[in-house]
């Protein structure tokens, strides 16, 4: 089962996704990510813990969290840095 923690509102989004992620870290999740959508959508994948992730967002808002069912953790099929311009 993954976790999925959103926010809409005013205030800087990333602080209040990466909480929301960290209190669903305990159910064993193999990877996260976070979507932030500030005229074009940016999204930022990370294979291991949350704080992987908190790492790569340094400078840069959906979040999800993923339980390991099949494939490689943190993929979609495709390897990469886990960075997705959608733009």
Do not use: Q, W
């Not at 193999?30 to 790492?55: K, P």
Request: aromatic share 4%; charged share 25%.
């Amino acid at each position: 089962m993954c976790g999925i923690v959103g926010y809409l509102g005013s205030n800087p989004a990333r602080r209040l996704l990466i909480e929301g992620l960290k209190r669903l870290e305990y159910r064993g999740y193999d990877s996260a990510g976070l979507a932030v959508m500030n005229g074009r959508m940016t999204v930022v994948r990370a294979v291991g813990r949350v704080s992987v992730l908190e790492a790569k967002l340094e400078g840069m808002a959906s979040a999800h969290s993923k339980a390991g069912a099949r494939g490689k953790p943190g993929s979609n099929g495709e390897a990469g840095d886990g960075v997705v311009d959608g733009g």
